[in-house]
């Protein structure tokens, strides 16, 4: 089983930034892919970015070129920087882990317990 444990959401003013971490723990391969998702109340969980084991990286349009993943894999832990943020943005924000490359939430296999971030205008 793998654990999944995100941190650094928090209330920020538009136009700020949060960098968020999720720490992997397990006895699951740190082979594998790393996503960032949302869920805001009332919406489906959305796709935000991914990043393979080797550096592979995708982004969801609407944060492309605000949002930066990143893994440090001798840590086990993947990064996702937030600049400029929208009051959009604001959701619960969970890492995923999948044995293959996906930005598809049912890809996923294992999830963290998100992490809140507040965008206020």
């Known amino acids: 089983q793998v654990q999944l444990v995100e941190s650094g959401g928090g209330l920020v003013q538009a136009g700020g930034s949060l960098r968020l971490s999720c720490a992997a723990s397990?006895?699951?391969?740190?082979?594998?892919?790393m996503d960032w998702f949302r869920q805001a109340p009332g919406k489906e969980r959305e796709f935000v970015a991914a990043?393979?084991?080797?550096?592979?990286?995708v982004y969801a349009d609407s944060v492309k070129g605000r949002f930066a993943i990143s893994r440090d894999n001798a840590k086990n832990t993947v990064y996702l920087q937030m600049n400029s943020l929208k009051p959009e943005d604001t959701a619960v924000y969970y890492c995923?882990?999948?044995?293959?490359?996906?930005?598809?939430?049912?890809?996923?296999?294992?999830w963290g317990q998100g992490t809140q971030v507040t965008v206020s205008s």
């Open positions: 995923a882990a999948a044995g293959r490359f996906s930005v598809v939430v049912a890809a996923m296999d294992y």
């Open positions: 397990g006895r699951a391969s740190s082979r594998s892919t």
């Open positions: 990043i393979s084991w080797g550096g592979n990286i």
